[in-house]
């Protein structure tokens, strides 16, 4: 079966950092590039960043270019998501998938950012 286990979420000032993981199951992974993507409340769903399947090519959403940095471990099947001079505005539930989604998503881990 199919899972998405994300980690690493948590209540941070403004300005802070938190590493987030994805562990994924060794079928999704080796075949599929793989995103973070977070969810306010009342909004809709957004891809943040994405990585290829080498983990040579990122893409970043503007609003967390140059501040969030997207990594593989193919060896150990989990994807990364350091987050750096976070702010208020990020505070989501963050998930990882598939670019595009493939599968159904994990539980997310709550990313709190306080001003």
């Known amino acids: 079966q199919v899972q998405l286990v994300e980690s690493g979420g948590g209540l941070v000032q403004a300005e802070g950092s938190l590493r987030l993981s994805c562990a994924a199951s060794?079928?999704?992974?080796?075949?599929?590039?793989m995103g973070w993507y977070r969810q306010s409340p009342g909004k809709q769903r957004e891809l943040v960043a994405r990585?290829?399947?080498?983990?040579?090519?990122?893409n970043y959403a503007d609003s967390v270019k140059g501040r969030f940095t997207i990594s593989r471990d193919n060896a150990k099947n989990t994807v990364y998501l350091q987050m750096n001079s976070l702010k208020p505005e990020d505070t989501a539930v963050y998930y990882c998938?598939?670019?595009?989604?493939?599968?159904?998503w994990g539980q997310g881990t709550q990313v709190t950012v306080s001003s």
């Open positions: 998938n598939t670019v595009p989604v493939l599968y159904s």
């Open positions: 990585i290829s399947i080498g983990g040579g090519n990122t």
């Open positions: 060794g079928r999704i992974f080796t075949f599929n590039a």
